[in-house]
């Protein structure tokens, strides 16, 4: 079922988008040569908690850490750990803020020093599509819009999109419906209305679509071919006035 917000509660989950983004911001700029996955996550659980949050993360579903942090062909729920990271590296760190009982979640791929130009542009491209997603995301449109842009940007530049995961409402829960694949057909799906909020967060493979979850961790996400990935995502609220994202750090 699709919980439609009121203004009142967009301006909490704006709220606890802001500090999702800025524990986001915090853990990527510790995304550093040397520093080990468990440090980065330190850093963000730190943050969060110091400005009177709870990581929307930890212990969810049994997630044993505040953010996922996902480094080269790891795709999601990276369990930070002792894994130090190397130059050029890329990073995926995945966090949410839960403040007042209302959520924001977000992610970005970070480059620890240079990295490769196939790393730049599969992370430039990832990026973009997320925004090519997120333009969509008008009420009167609907959820296969949203996936279609995403889905088009990606695979026109020799792109695969992952299928297994996908974005998600947000609110009181983190995890709320409808799903938000970033594959699909426009004109199909969920209407979209004013109030709804949903998280839009593109999974992209360098290589093939498919995906392991073969780490005796019982969570990590890799790409099957061992190639490199990438994963952007933002929170927004569809309004009125457009897709508002609510989990922009300013
Ligand atoms: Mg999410």
């Known amino acids: 079922m699709v919980i439609v917000k ?20 915090v853990g990527g700029e510790a995304v550093v040569p040397g520093v ?11 943050f969060i908690v110091k400005n009177g ?12 850490a505040s953010a996922c942090i996902s480094v080269n ?17 890329i990073v995926t760190i995945d966090v949410g803020a ?12 970070f480059a620890a ?29 609907r959820i296969g819009d949203i996936s279609n842009a995403v889905q088009t940007y990606c695979e026109e530049r020799g792109y695969s999109v992952v299928r297994e995961y996908v974005g998600h409402g947000v609110g ?12 699909g057909k426009p004109g199909h799906g969920v209407r979209l209305v004013n109030g709804m909020v949903i998280a839009i967060e593109p999974m992209i493979n360098a290589g093939t679509r498919f995906v392991v979850q073969d780490n005796p961790n019982g969570w990590t996400v890799r790409t ?14 569809i309004t009125p006035n457009g897709p508002l994202i609510l989990t922009d750090p300013n």
């Open 6 to 25: 009121t203004a009142a509660e967009i301006k909490k989950l704006r709220e606890a988008g802001r500090l999702s983004a800025l524990a986001l911001k």
């Open 36 to 46: 080990t996955t468990a440090e980065i996550d330190r850093v963000i659980h730190d």
């Open 53 to 64: 949050a709870t990581p929307s993360f930890l212990n969810l579903y049994g997630f044993p």
């Open 73 to 89: 062909d790891e795709l999601i729920h990276g369990i930070p750990g002792n894994r130090v990271i190397q130059e050029g590296d």
């Open 98 to 109: 839960c403040l007042d009982g209302y959520h924001g979640d977000n992610a970005a791929t």
């Open 113 to 141: 020093g240079t990295p490769s130009e196939e790393a730049r542009r599969l992370m430039d491209v990832t990026r973009e599509s997320l925004f090519k997603g997120i333009e969509m995301a008008t009420a009167g449109n």
């Open 172 to 183: 009181r829960q983190v995890h709320e419906d409808p799903e938000v694949p970033n594959y």
């Open 224 to 237: 099957k071919d061992g190639k490199l990935c990438a994963h952007f995502e933002n929170t927004i609220a």
